[in-house]
């Protein structure tokens, strides 16, 4: 079977670029000082986080895994779709599990295992995406495999469709790095482009002890204060910053309010900052926090009520042995 690789670039030209010099300047200024957390992803940073998956102290990614490997036949089978989309191109493991699991149901269902099965993975990374895309077409030969290259807040619209239904996966937890205004807008515009035939499978960390939860995020190694402080390099590299790791300290706190866990870097000393390419020069007095992360975890009733009031219906409701994280699956309400 020959491999089919398909890739369309939806990204306005140095559309990074751009959005960094914008974050940037518009988080930089404010206060409290912010950055999104989507700009931890540079190379060095996304092997970072590769070994924080591995950390003793960071359960998610085994979490969801353990629900993948016991319960995707049955995720799958809940759904009848022929497509499986990712949003964010993500770790191929999991990807696989569901992969093996829709196209060894569809041969169940006498379709043959390959015969119009589809993966759509969207990313903005354009690298992650090939890679990706690459890998399993190889190993799945025969699958139909397309990399779309967008946002996934801005440009959902850009998803091919499937008559058939497409499972429609967000994985890994992202949706914590979303605050609710965020999570609302895109819950609603994922929903206005679902079909009767699509579902939504969530994959969201729960809330838990903040004995649990902060060291998930300050691990003993160094490895997450590491990763922060990479987002320094972010800044260095594209805007032409001068940030030195050593003013900034490492923070994780779990907001018992908002039910989130926000990493920060704590200015050591008064410091002062240039940006040349964005021509800002920023001034941070000692004690000073830049957030750059938020980590929202969650609660089954508060999820139904966010995907209720976006017009989603529960369809699933699976979490590991722990009851440390969960898949949640959605079909479009009736409207
Ligand atoms: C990839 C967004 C799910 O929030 O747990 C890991 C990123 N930050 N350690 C998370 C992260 C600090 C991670 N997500």
New binding site residues.
């Given amino acids: 079977m020959p491999v089919t690789v398909t890739f369309h670039d939806h990204l306005p030209p140095h559309h990074a670029a751009e959005q960094l010099r914008r974050d940037a300047a518009a988080g930089l200024t404010s206060r409290p000082k912010v950055l999104p ?1 989507k700009w931890f992803y540079d190379k060095t940073g996304s092997e970072l ?1 590769e070994r ?1 998956t591995t950390l003793p102290e ?1 359960y ?1 990614t085994r979490a969801e895994r353990e629900i993948l490997a016991e319960r995707a036949p049955e995720i799958v089978a809940a759904t009848g779709c022929r497509t499986l989309v990712e949003l964010g191109s993500g770790s191929s493991e999991k990807t696989r599990l569901l992969l093996t699991a829709l196209t060894a149901a569809r041969e169940d269902r006498g379709e043959g295992r390959y015969d119009g099965a589809a993966y759509v993975a969207l990313d903005v990374s354009e690298d992650a995406l090939r890679d990706a895309c690459q890998a399993l077409a190889e190993d799945y030969s025969g699958l139909v495999v397309t990399g779309v290259c967008a946002d996934f807040e801005t440009q959902l619209g850009t998803l091919p469709e499937d008559p058939e239904g497409r499972l429609v996966a967000f994985l ?3 949706i ?2 979303l605050d609710p205004g965020q999570r609302a807008r895109f819950f609603r515009d994922l929903r206005g482009r679902l079909g009767a035939g699509d579902r939504f499978l969530l994959g969201a ?1 729960l809330v838990k002890s903040p004995d649990v939860l902060v060291p998930a ?1 300050d691990d003993a190694a160094g490895v ?1 204060a590491a ?1 922060n402080h990479n987002v320094l390099d972010v800044l260095n590299n594209g805007l032409g910053a001068d940030f030195r790791h050593d003013d900034f300290e490492h923070v994780a706190v779990w907001d018992a309010a908002n039910e989130w866990i926000e ?1 920060r870097l704590r200015a050591q000393r008064d410091v002062l900052v240039g940006l040349p390419a964005i021509d800002l020069v920023v001034a941070f007095d000692a004690g000073e926090e830049l957030r750059t ?1 938020i ?1 929202a975890k969650f609660r089954r009733d508060g999820l139904a009520a966010e995907l209720g009031a976006a017009g989603f219906s529960p369809a699933g409701w699976w979490t590991d042995g722990e009851g440390r994280f969960s898949l949640s699956l959605w079909s479009p309400a009736e409207m």
Avoid: A, H, Q, V
């Fill in positions: 957390p986080f924080i960071y998610p890994g937890g992202t914590g790095n960390d995020y997450t990763f990493m992360e980590s």
